[in-house]
Nanobody, 123 residues
Framework: VQLVESGGGLVQSGGSLRLSCAAS????????MAWFRQGPGKEREFVTA????????YYADSVKGRFTISRTFALNTVYLQMTSLKPEDTAIYYC?????????????????WGQGTQVTVSS
């Protein structure tokens, strides 16, 4: 599975962005999908995840109510809609795929990663 993120950029505080994660190769319908981010000088941290069916989602407290994860099986793509962006959301955002069941906030539990897309929020 190859994952390619897109949609990052520079946005003002309070603005919105939608990130996409397009998968090539085998379908990602059998994978739990997640977004992580890594800010300057920080470790990579969990942002949100979505189940194989798309029926269940999980969010970090820092983004709950502002970010929405979704997936479309037809396009083999996962999205991250980000609203009310804050300067502290500035980071490289990574898409990840996990074959095993259940949620995980640990980067080590994910099988495939994208190359990341930069999101910069100016104050």
């Amino acid at each position: 599975v190859q994952l390619v993120e897109s949609g990052g950029g520079l946005v003002q505080s309070g603005g919105s962005l939608r990130l996409s994660c397009a998968a090539s190769g085998p379908t990602i319908s059998t994978y739990n999908m997640a977004w992580f981010r890594q800010g300057p000088g920080k470790e990579r941290e969990f942002v949100t995840a979505i189940s194989r069916s798309g029926g269940n989602t999980y969010y970090a407290d820092s983004v709950k109510g502002r970010f929405t994860i979704s997936r479309t099986f037809a396009l083999n793509t996962v999205y991250l809609q980000m609203t009310s962006l804050k300067p502290e959301d500035t980071a490289i955002y990574y898409c990840a795929a996990k074959y095993s069941s259940g949620w995980s906030l640990s980067t080590g539990d994910y099988d495939y990663w994208g190359q990341g897309t930069q999101v910069t929020v100016s104050s």
